[in-house]
Structures are given as structure tokens and as C-alpha cells.
């Protein structure tokens, strides 16, 4: 089975620096970077009962200071796991692990003050997808030519949709839609949410910080996703977003399940 993983960060059009970081490993690669780019690998998975792949996104928490050193801290973190003795956690595991790194790095270092991030992590597989999240990070499975976002967001106002005291197209604009219930760097123990998801050769995944998913609605999302592939879909979420208010970070993974590298 092959996998084409496409990726990108952006630093938008109002921040000064780029507080996000996505990674993408597996046995030949160790891709962690915040710097404004789009690429694009092919993985080709000989190992069809264990997961060799994982893909990241991580968003720094601006409001707190030092976002961008909690999302670089985290992303090495989970790297250097990945890469080592203790590679067979599980994504929770995984997150945890970081968490607890952080809050460690936190004690030993205070002047950096507070500090922490949200993020969401992916394992693929031949049949499944394990993920774990905290925050507002999002992932979204497109199969059949739909999208489903299958995160749910951690944050004040998605509470309140949930209790159904405002809509879900009020929650796009609330004034209090930064408020992060769950994030890295911040409390232990954690609890991230976890996900296991089927999906089949020709379906997509999508990881993404909140810079996307503010600019952008499900529809257009689905839109761009199912009528484009690799870079050339990156690129287009990339203009559409950024043709908007482009007002914070903007960062992606686009995970492609193929049948085979000829296809």
C-alpha cells in the first residue's frame, strides 16, 4: 500500500512568526518544520499490521507566549519517540509522553513562562487510522467524495453548541471562540481524545490547525479535497485561505490512501 503525504505551513498575512509545526515520519523519513513551504512524499508501507507512519500538527498557544517554543519542544519530543526504544506507544501515548516532557521542561525552565499547545496526532494503517487530538486542531476523513471531520473541538464555545445554546454557524464567529478547554503544557494528567477510524485506498485525510478551518467551511474543504490531489490541493487551500482574512498560522496534512505507487 502507498501513502502520498502532502504538506505545508503558512505563516498567514497579520503573525509575525510561525507558531505551528507539522511532522511526518515513517522509517525513511523525519519531516518536522514551521518554515512557509508545500511538499509532498510517497510512502510505500510494507508492513501491514504496524503502524510505521504518523503525521502531526501542532499549534502553539500565541495567547499564552512562547507557542512556538511548546509546538518546536512537543514536535522534537514526539520525533525522538518515534525514532527510539519507546516506538510502540500508542498516539495517546505518544501525546501524553510529549505533554509530560513539556510540563517538565516548564518546571526546570521558568522564565519562559506559561507555555503550551494544541495538537493533533495520526497513526496509518492498511484499514485503520488512529488518531489522538487535544484542542482544536482538527481531522477530517473524505470518503466517497465527502468530508467528516471526525476531531471534536475541545474549546468553550463547542460546548456550548453541544448543549445547544448556539448554533454551529454561530460558533464560526463567536468572540469567545479562542477559548481552548484542553491543551499541552498545561495539566497532568492529559486527556486527549482518541479515535479509530476505517479507511479504504482512494479515501483522504486532512490534519490542520485552526487557520484553516476559520477561513474555510466544511463545503469548501470538501470541495477543493475531492477535486484535487498532492500539491496542486495544497495549493489551493493554501489561496483560498489566505484570500481571506489570513489573520493567524495556517497548517496541513493531507494523507492519501493509494492502492499502489503506479496509481
Request: charged content about 20%.
Amino acid at each position: 500500500m502507498t501513502f502520498l503525504i502532502s504538506y505545508g505551513t503558512n505563516v498567514g498575512k497579520v503573525r509575525r512568526s510561525n507558531e505551528d509545526k507539522y511532522l511526518v515520519f515513517s522509517e525513511e523519513h523525519n519531516l518536522c518544520n514551521d518554515k512557509d513551504q508545500i511538499g509532498s512524499i510517497e510512502i510505500i508501507n510494507h508492513t501491514k499490521n504496524s503502524f510505521n507512519i504518523a503525521i502531526c500538527v501542532l499549534d502553539g498557544m500565541g495567547g499564552m507566549g512562547n507557542g512556538d517554543v511548546a509546538s518546536e519542544i512537543l514536535s522534537k519530543k514526539i520525533l525522538q519517540t518515534l525514532n527510539g526504544k519507546d516506538s510502540q506507544l500508542t498516539p495517546i501515548e505518544l501525546l501524553l509522553d510529549a505533554n509530560r516532557h513539556l510540563l517538565n521542561f516548564k518546571q526546570t525552565n521558568p522564565k519562559f513562562g506559561p507555555m503550551g499547545a494544541v495538537g493533533t496526532l495520526a497513526f496509518l494503517k492498511s484499514q485503520e487510522i488512529w488518531i489522538a487530538h487535544v484542542g482544536d486542531t482538527r481531522a477530517y476523513i473524505i470518503q466517497n467524495q465527502k468530508i467528516q471531520q471526525i476531531t471534536e473541538d475541545q474549546t468553550y464555545v463547542n460546548a456550548l453548541v453541544k448543549s445547544g445554546v448556539i448554533s454551529a454557524s454561530d460558533a464560526r464567529s463567536h468572540p469567545q471562540r479562542n477559548i481552548i478547554n484542553n491543551c499541552l503544557g498545561q495539566i497532568e494528567p492529559l486527556n486527549p481524545l482518541n479515535y479509530i477510524w476505517k479507511w479504504n485506498p482512494g479515501d483522504k485525510l486532512l490534519l490542520c490547525s485552526d487557520g484553516l478551518t476559520n477561513e474555510l467551511s466544511d463545503k469548501e474543504l470538501q470541495a477543493i479535497l475531492t477535486q484535487a490531489s498532492g500539491i496542486p490541493a495544497l495549493e489551493e487551500l493554501f489561496r483560498q485561505s489566505l484570500g481571506k482574512s489570513g489573520s493567524d498560522n495556517i497548517t496541513l496534512i493531507v494523507a492519501e490512501y493509494r492502492n499502489s505507487a503506479t496509481n
